[in-house]
């Protein structure tokens, strides 16, 4: 294992770890003295990530993201209610994708978080760049959507189902 992976896995193991995670912890699992895993501390948090020392151990300082995948339809008349519907909700979403019978599966990144994003987008539609992405398999499509907590992906769900957009809930990511 090379440096650069031990430190990846360094990070996945104090973001994926629901307490603090010792230093001397990660010296045994990766074999390693604990002054290696200072510096690989120290050479982390130079790449940015937000590695916060506590008196039981290490945890990064990042917002916790949960995702859903949503399967969906509506017409592009109501294209807009369901995007600032789930942003004014605290959803971002992260892409949509549609199965088609002879393509498969198609995905395409949206990453629209705001209002403006969501405007931003819809004038690019709007303004003839393309059509939705739906409309190639009769409006059914779906989005991962992206939010706080589980119970901000559970208020976007009960909204899609209230206006009718909701087809069925899929799997949690």
Same mark, same amino acid.
């Given at each position: 294992?090379?440096?650069?992976?031990?430190?990846?896995?360094?990070?996945? %193991?104090? %973001?994926?770890?629901?307490?603090?995670?010792?230093?001397?912890?990660?010296?045994?699992?990766?074999?390693?003295?604990?002054?290696?895993? =200072?510096?690989?501390?120290?050479?982390?948090?130079?790449?940015?990530?937000?590695?916060?020392?506590?008196?039981?151990?290490?945890?990064?300082?990042?917002?916790?993201?949960?995702?859903?995948?949503?399967?969906?339809?509506?017409?592009?008349?109501?294209?807009?209610?369901?995007?600032?519907?789930?942003?004014? &909700?605290?959803?971002? =979403?992260?892409? =949509?994708?549609?199965?088609?019978? =002879?393509?498969?599966?198609?995905?395409?990144? &949206?990453?629209?978080?705001?209002? %403006?994003?969501?405007?931003?987008?819809?004038?690019?539609?709007?303004?003839?760049?393309?059509?939705?992405?739906?409309?190639?398999?009769?409006?059914?499509?779906?989005?991962?959507?992206?939010?706080?907590?589980?119970?901000? &992906?559970?208020?976007?769900?009960?909204?899609?189902?209230?206006?009718?957009?909701?087809?069925?809930?899929?799997?949690?990511?």
């Amino acid at each position: 294992m090379t440096g650069e992976d031990r430190r990846n896995e360094i990070v996945e %193991r104090i %973001r994926n770890s629901e307490t603090p995670v010792s230093g001397r912890a990660l010296a045994a699992a990766f074999d390693v003295s604990r002054q290696v895993i =200072v510096q690989d501390i120290a050479l982390i948090r130079a790449a940015g990530h937000n590695i916060l020392s506590t008196n039981r151990g290490y945890i990064i300082n990042e917002p916790k993201a949960v995702r859903r995948v949503f399967k969906v339809r509506h017409t592009d008349d109501q294209l807009e209610e369901e995007l600032n519907a789930i942003v004014d &909700l605290g959803g971002r =979403v992260r892409d =949509v994708m549609v199965n088609h019978r =002879v393509y498969g599966r198609l995905t395409a990144d &949206l990453d629209i978080s705001s209002r %403006r994003k969501a405007a931003e987008f819809l004038a690019d539609i709007r303004n003839g760049k393309s059509s939705p992405l739906k409309n190639i398999t009769s409006d059914y499509h779906y989005h991962t959507i992206e939010a706080d907590s589980e119970q901000t &992906l559970d208020m976007i769900a009960s909204m899609l189902k209230e206006k009718g957009f909701l087809v069925e809930e899929k799997q949690h990511i």
